[in-house]
């Protein structure tokens, strides 16, 4: 079995947001394109991790467990993001700046 991470994000917003359609709007992706995914992770977990309930979802007791998993892998996949955004440039790390004191006095913030 192997789960894919786009599914598993799509999971955690279809449970941040309560409903497909709104899940759909905030992955940027069609109601369909959310289903099929949705569906998919459940046939390869083989398990349901919810079910419909009016225009919304209620989570199973296994989605419920799912999504503590799928939120760890969610951050997961922010800390490589913002790894690799900082290999880019400098998002994090110590600068040092030196300037002569005619120039620091003029040109550098304090």
Not at 16 to 39: C, D, E, F, Y
Request: hydrophobic share 45%.
């Amino acid at each position: 079995m192997r789960l894919h991470p786009e599914q598993i994000l799509t999971f955690v917003e279809l449970v941040r947001q309560g409903s497909i359609g709104a899940a759909a709007k905030a992955r940027h992706l069609t109601q369909p394109a959310v289903s099929n995914q949705l569906r998919q992770l459940q046939r390869d977990l083989g398990e349901d991790l919810y079910r419909r309930q009016g225009r919304g979802v209620a989570l199973t007791a296994t989605g419920e467990a799912f999504y503590a998993h799928a939120l760890r892998v969610e951050q997961a996949l922010q800390a490589a993001a913002s790894f690799a955004e900082g290999l880019r440039g400098l998002e994090s790390g110590r600068v040092r700046v030196a300037a002569s004191q005619t120039i620091a006095g003029s040109l550098l913030p304090d």
